[in-house]
């Protein structure tokens, strides 16, 4: 009969393998853009290092954010 410490090491097993199995499906991440695409001004390169991925500039990113408020 399986104690208590078996029964917690299958349990992290299973989600060791759970974990596993859903990095390896994980889309990459898009690279920064150098222009914004809202307005097509540069987006500076301090805030594209910062957040991989972002698309837009600073002002078109308040702007957006406002209008959902």
Avoid: A, H, Y
């Avoid at 208590?4 to 299973?14: A, L, Y």
């Avoid at 307005?39 to 078109?60: D, F």
Wanted: proline share 9%; charged share 40%.
């Amino acid at each position: 009969m399986p104690d208590e410490i078996d029964r917690d090491q299958e349990f992290n097993e299973q989600r060791l393998d759970e974990m596993i199995e859903q990095s390896r499906f994980k889309p990459g991440v898009t690279p920064s853009l150098f222009q914004c695409c809202v307005c097509g001004k540069p987006i500076p390169e301090k805030r594209r290092q910062t957040l991989p991925g972002v698309t837009t500039c600073t002002q078109c990113k308040e702007k957006l954010e406002r209008r959902r408020r």
